[in-house]
């Protein structure tokens, strides 16, 4: 790390840290706390220079190139003064044909060029990639409630790749292997710590002060012309794997390969290359489906599908639980009692909320393998395998 980018780095963790914590108590203790304008203007003033200055050094530094990590680690430190810059209304995509931020854009735009990424902060710099130091690690305030949102989201990413890492084990040994069967219960096993941990999250965070305070970091913004969707909690390969090779959702369905290509560069390239590689691969639904006209008597077939369908109806509780308690309680409930819910702003996905409960709700249906007909549901292939079991 050379100085600048270790004096940069210091400024984020400390400096950047206090200005946003004090503007979001400024915020949130006004009548209005979706109101941000004319409050604290010297603050943000601060922010935008200081950050300038570091920047500005290190474009004229030039690219040091000491590897992946360095420089995806400098990436996701400007994308934390732009998102900042964008929570506190110092930058508005709607009202730009261009990033203000001239030299943060420049330096974004090379560095995610250089590392095959978006060239934006994306979840996993502040849940997969956030080096702590002395005890604490990068966050845009030290306000309890996003600590808590980012404990429990790293907490609930690492589990689903876990998750994920046993059903890639699965592969080369088949359905019928005896192993397959401790694979299944280590992946059930660690999506139920998912549920788990996002039932605390759920209990403990304060819907306002995440509302008002956490949530505006994610959203867009324009680095140099073009405009970058918000960072999301689901930025990483594990959640589509999981997807994948369960077979609740299929590479080949145009709307959720959609979602693949949009989300791909928002993950590090080791992430992007296992999410490929799935996308070629036969799921484990289809594999037992090919065995059950003249297996399904067999133990092994008994054993392990009935293991299977714990990990889909695992996986598709997770699913029903972000949808129907994180979304509602901390994003829609909220966005309608402020009276905001067509707001052009407030997703971090970029659409109106409508559209995008609309859209995370097919998705939520689709791993839940739930009764549709205008959503490629996996539903009848469930019933088929539950009846195999004597399930119906």
């Known amino acids: 790390m050379t100085p600048r980018v270790e004096a940069f780095d210091h400024w984020i963790r400390d400096t950047l840290v206090a200005l946003n914590t004090e503007l979001e108590e400024r915020y949130y203790a006004s009548e209005t706390p979706g109101d941000i304008s004319g409050i604290g203007d010297d603050l943000k003033q601060q922010l935008v220079d200081q950050g300038r200055e570091h920047i500005a050094g290190l474009l004229r530094e030039g690219n040091t190139d000491e590897g992946f990590d360095a420089g995806y680690d400098l990436l996701g430190n400007v994308g934390l003064y732009m998102a900042s810059c964008r929570r506190h209304d110092i930058t508005e995509p709607s009202r730009e044909s261009k990033s203000p931020l001239v030299e943060a854009s420049a330096l974004a735009m090379q560095l995610g060029a250089s590392l095959g990424v978006v060239p934006r902060f994306a979840s996993a710099h502040l849940e997969l990639h956030n080096l702590a130091v002395d005890g604490t690690y990068k966050s845009f305030t030290r306000l309890q409630d996003e600590f808590l949102f980012l404990n429990h989201n790293t907490l609930a990413a690492l589990s689903y790749i876990q998750a994920s890492e046993a059903l890639l084990k699965i592969l080369p040994l088949g359905v019928s292997h005896p192993i397959t069967a401790n694979l299944l219960r280590?992946?059930?096993?660690?999506?139920?710590?998912?549920?788990?941990?996002?039932?605390?999250?759920?209990?403990?965070?304060?819907?306002?002060?995440?509302?008002?305070?956490?949530?505006?970091?994610?959203?867009?913004?324009?680095?140099?012309?073009?405009?970058?969707?918000?960072?999301?909690?689901?930025?990483?390969?594990?959640?589509?794997?999981?997807?994948?090779?369960?077979?609740?959702?299929?590479?080949?369905?145009?709307?959720?390969?959609?979602?693949?290509?949009?989300?791909?560069?928002?993950?590090?390239?080791?992430?992007?290359?296992?999410?490929?590689?799935?996308?070629?691969?036969?799921?484990?639904?289809?594999?037992?489906?090919?065995?059950?006209?003249?297996?399904?008597?067999?133990?092994?077939?008994?054993?392990?599908?009935?293991?299977?369908?714990?990990?889909?109806?695992?996986?598709?509780?997770?699913?029903?639980?972000?949808?129907?308690?994180?979304?509602?309680?901390?994003?829609?409930?909220?966005?309608?009692?402020?009276?905001?819910?067509?707001?052009?702003?407030?997703?971090?996905?970029?659409?109106?909320?409508?559209?995008?409960?609309?859209?995370?709700?097919?998705?939520?249906?689709?791993?839940?393998?739930?009764?549709?007909?205008?959503?490629?549901?996996?539903?009848?292939?469930?019933?088929?395998?539950?009846?195999?079991?004597?399930?119906?």
């Open 186 to 392: 280590g992946a059930t096993s660690a999506l139920r710590d998912v549920i788990k941990s996002n039932q605390k999250l759920f209990e403990r965070l304060d819907v306002n002060r995440f509302f008002y305070c956490v949530r505006p970091y994610y959203k867009p913004h324009r680095v140099g012309l073009r405009e970058y969707r918000g960072a999301n909690a689901g930025d990483f390969a594990g959640i589509n794997v999981i997807d994948l090779l369960l077979g609740l959702c299929r590479a080949d369905d145009p709307v959720y390969s959609q979602l693949l290509v949009d989300k791909f560069l928002y993950m590090p390239p080791d992430e992007q290359l296992i999410l490929r590689d799935c996308m070629r691969r036969e799921s484990l639904m289809d594999g037992f489906l090919e065995s059950l006209q003249s297996h399904a008597e067999a133990n092994w077939f008994q054993e392990n599908a009935a293991l299977f369908l714990e990990t889909c109806e695992a996986h598709g509780e997770t699913a029903r639980q972000h949808h129907e308690q994180l979304v509602q309680k901390f994003i829609e409930t909220p966005a309608d009692r402020a009276g905001i819910s067509e707001q052009a702003d407030l997703t971090a996905s970029g659409p109106p909320l409508p559209v995008l409960l609309k859209s995370l709700r097919k998705l939520a249906d689709m791993r839940c393998a739930v009764d549709r007909d205008d959503i490629p549901s996996r539903f009848n292939d469930i019933q088929r395998l539950r009846a195999a079991l004597g399930r119906q």
